[in-house]
Each structure stands twice: as C-alpha cells, then as structure tokens.
C-alpha cells in the first residue's frame, strides 16, 4: 500500500510539472492576446516552441516511463487504496485515469518527430499573424499559400497518429473530441440538415418580425464594462479565483482550478459583450469547478472541447436567453442604460435576444441559425482534408454553402473564409465541437428540468443552484469520465441530438410561427 502511494505520488509529480509547463504556454497565449506589444510575435513563437519542446520530454521521457511501468506493475485494484482516500475516488481510480489519458496524449506526441512538433508550433504561430493580415486586407490570396502549408502540415501529422480504419479527418477530430469520428458527425449533421435548414425557411418565409434593433447603438464602453462584470459575477464567476479581460476575440484559459481567465469584447451591439462574458463565464464555471485532486494534472481539464462548449452555450443560450433568468436582472440592465433600454420593455428585451437572422458571420450568429455555420465548416474541413475540396476552390465552396444552407452568399473574404482564425493555427477538426456542444447542453438541460425548477429558480435569483447541479454532474469529474459518459451518467441514457432539435423547434416556434 505504501509502495503505491509512492509510486503514485512519482506519477503525479511528472504530470504536475508537464501542467506547469502547459500553464506557461496558456500565460504566453492569454498575453498575446490581451497585453503583449505587436512586435513580440516572432520572438515570443520561440520561446511557446521551446517550452513546447520540453513538455514533449517530460511527457515521453524516461521518467514517466518508469513510473507508468511501475503502476501497471503493482496496479492492480485493491479494496485498501479504494478506500483509502475517504472519497468518492479512490487513489486506484485517480491513478488509472490518470496513466490512461497520460498514454493517449503520450502516443499523440511521440507518434510525431519531435522536430516536426516543434515546426508545427512555430508555422501555425505565424499563421495566425498571416491571417490576420489577409482579413485585414479582405485578401485570401494572401493566406491561401500558408493555410495550402497548414493542411498539407497538419495531413502529415494525421497520417502518424491516425489508428487502423481512420481516416486523416477522423485523426484530427479525435484530439478534440474523442467519440465523434466523421462517420457520426455525418449523422448528426445530417440530422440537423434535414430538420433545422427546412425549419429555418418556414421561419423566414411565415413567421412574425421580431425587432432587436434596440440591441445596436451608443452603448458607452465603461457601461458595457460595468455590466459585463455585474453578469460575470451574477452568474457565479469568482473574481478572486479569475481575471477578465479584453480580447479581439473572446475566449477563456484556465492554468489551474484556482486561476480561470476569461476574456470579452466590446462594440456597439450590446448582445455581443452581454453574451460573451456568459459564454466563456460558463467555461470558466467548468474550469473552476474541477476537483481539486485533479487539477494541476492531465485530468484538470474538461472532458472534451465539446463537453465545454456544451457548460458555455447552456449558460449562453439556454438559460441566458430565457425570460426567467432576466426576470429579477433587467432592471439593473434599464437602470444601467436609461436612455437606449428604459422604455423596451422585458418582454421586447427577450425577443430582440432571441431574434433569429441569417448572416454570414459565425460568432454574430443566433442560437437556431448556429449550427449551420458549423455545418459550413464541417463539410469543407472534410473535403480539404480527403482531397475533394482545394485551397484554390476553397472561397466558392464556403459561398455556395452559405448560399444552401443560410439564404446568404458573402461578397468579400473577411465575411467569409477568413473569418475565422481556427485555420490558421491548425485547428482543424475543432468546430463540430461548437455544434455537439449545444446538443449536448440541450440534452443535459432536459434532464436537469425534471429533478428542479429550472424557471422558478432563476427567476427567484437562485441561478447557483444550476451550477451546482452542473459540478455535482459534469464540472468536478474534469477527464475523470469521457464526454458520452457523463451524458450517459446525468442522463440516463445515450447521447441523441433530438433533444437540441425539440428544443429549438419548441422555442423557436413559440417566438415565431
Ligand atoms: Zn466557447
């Protein structure tokens, strides 16, 4: 017994200085974005490449090989170390988990030459920047040759790590959501296909005009600022365990349960930064709630990036744009901006919030036309990495797509494929996430409605009480369970997308038709 606690302790020990160094990485990211001069770029890619390099050493160095050896060795399960945490996981259970997803991203890593590793790094680093003045100057032209480097890139790392029967796509989606290979990602997209496009033409066609024009106008900064703060804190957002900031792009990064950073975004419609700070407050509730014997480790983080989109959009979109959550806070809302929101009342409020519009830019999209633009992308990540689609054809192909699945074709290239940034860093196989996320959030949300009073707990201002269903069930488990467990273990049953459909028609519905 002694000699396991050692033994485990050993293995902690290593993935708690790989965290450290991880952590760096995350501080590098959150100061590019936020604080770091425009000339540190070039400079700054070196130093995330070097302290890359030694994640990669310690990670598959000879260290942790010893200790994982040696846990196989004596690990075997034993009523004694069950017990003796005094927990609801034993150290037995920590550990397997533990050396399980340490071997996963061990064969990720070193299934790779660690020089092309480090190449990665330093390539999707300057992509980034690449990109960034190609939307500047609405030019694909100017990205095409490096993104053509990315994906052939990014092919090459596919092509070591993909496991027998895998296509290359299916390689990349496993790094960000591990139960989802394309061939049940065409099935869910294909539910979404035949069931949102049609609803969405009915609701264009047929249904009544909502006007969320108030939403847009001379909404000063500091306010904005002021009730960013306000919902960030409302919703459970523990300023004394995390930081906000301002970024061009909203996100959240998180370097252990006890520093969780999110970020915001300012501009003249009022949904955006009111919206995106409890959108990432709820990823950031997600890293927050994390057991403290995980955190720290390779199990501190979310399950997948799916199951965090699902804790963000439900904070987002689920509850944060119905009426009972902003029953007992729009009047510090009107309070707040006398002159644009005093004589909208509550009611109008909700609807200009839940206004459904095509457009062409994915982060401004609503909740029901959301997916869609996911969908865009899913098709054309498919095709660009099994061969049917090229870099040269790419622009015509994102317009065509709009065009079927959105009403809507864009005219320059900073409305469409160069919106996003996730290409130019690499991150290919990461936007279905976005889509399986709300799916999930809706699955999870039905169930939650039958043990509480979702409703009347929001509107009696009790909206802890949701998060602390979500941590009992999701947040603190961190990699404990794989994301189609925790569905299956808070809900009862498999993962099935017609919740999210039900839920979006019934809501969408009532609004419009
Ligand atoms: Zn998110």
Redesign the pocket.
């Known amino acids: 017994m002694e000699q396991k606690m050692e033994i485990y302790e050993d293995l902690r020990q290593i993935l708690e200085k790989a965290a450290s160094v991880q952590a760096a990485l995350a501080l590098i990211e959150w100061d590019n974005e936020t604080l770091a001069p425009k000339k540190a770029g070039e400079q700054t890619a070196k130093t995330a490449g070097a302290l890359s390099g030694i994640y990669y050493d310690i990670m598959t160095g000879p260290s942790m090989d010893k200790a994982l050896k040696q846990w196989k060795e004596c690990g075997e399960d034993n009523e004694d170390a069950r017990k003796a945490d005094g927990t609801f996981w034993s150290i037995d259970e920590i550990a397997s988990r533990m050396c399980c997803e340490t071997e996963k991203e061990r064969r990720l890593l070193s299934c790779v030459p660690r020089e092309e590793y480090e190449e990665f790094t330093k390539m999707t680093n300057a992509g980034g920047r690449i990109w960034a003045e190609a939307r500047k100057k609405k030019d694909f032209s100017a990205f095409a040759p490096e993104l053509e480097r990315i994906i052939e890139y990014k092919k090459k790392l596919a092509s070591y790590r993909r496991k027998d029967g895998e296509s290359l796509y299916d390689a990349m989606l496993d790094e960000f959501e591990e139960n989802f290979p394309e061939e049940k990602l065409d099935e869910f997209f294909g539910t979404i296909r035949e069931e949102l496009v049609p609803f969405l033409e009915e609701i264009r066609t047929k249904g009544r005009k909502i006007d969320g024009s108030f939403l847009y106008g001379d909404y000063p900064e500091e306010k904005q600022e002021k009730l960013a703060r306000m919902m960030a804190e409302y919703i459970g957002f523990d300023f004394e365990r995390g930081v906000m900031a301002v970024s061009e792009h909203p996100f959240?990064t998180s370097f252990h349960n006890k520093d969780v950073r999110i970020t915001t975004h300012y501009d003249q419609w009022l949904d955006h930064s009111l919206f995106s700070v409890i959108?990432?407050g709820g990823?950031a509730l997600y890293e927050l709630g994390i057991d403290d014997r995980l955190t720290r480790t390779i199990l501190g983080q979310g399950a997948s990036m799916a199951m965090?989109?699902s804790q963000?959009r439900f904070m987002e979109n689920i509850i944060g744009r119905s009426q009972a959550f902003w029953e007992p806070l729009y009047g510090k809302v009107q309070e707040l901006f006398p002159d644009q929101l005093g004589k909208i009342t509550l009611e109008h409020f909700i609807e200009g919030i839940n206004q459904v519009q095509p457009g062409l830019i994915r982060i401004n999209a609503d909740e029901l036309t959301y997916s869609l633009h996911i969908m865009v992308r899913y098709d054309l990540e498919k095709g660009l990495m099994n061969g049917k689609i090229r870099v040269s054809d790419l622009e015509n192909e994102w317009a065509d797509r709009y065009e079927a699945y959105l009403g809507l074709r864009p005219k320059t290239a900073d409305q469409g494929v160069l919106q996003d940034i996730h290409w130019s860093q690499g991150s290919f196989g990461y936007f279905p996430s976005?889509a399986l996320g709300s799916a999930f959030a809706a699955q999870i949300y039905e169930k939650m409605k039958e043990s509480m009073d979702v409703d009347g707990l929001l509107k009696a201002g009790q909206i802890h009480k949701l998060t602390e269903y979500l941590r009992e069930h999701i947040h603190r488990y961190g990699r404990m369970k794989d994301s189609l467990t925790l569905i299956r273990d808070t809900t009862g049953e498999d993962f099935s997308p017609r919740y999210y459909i039900r839920y979006l028609k019934e809501k969408y519905g009532r609004l419009y038709l």
């Open positions: 959240t959108h990432e990823h965090h989109e963000s976005y």
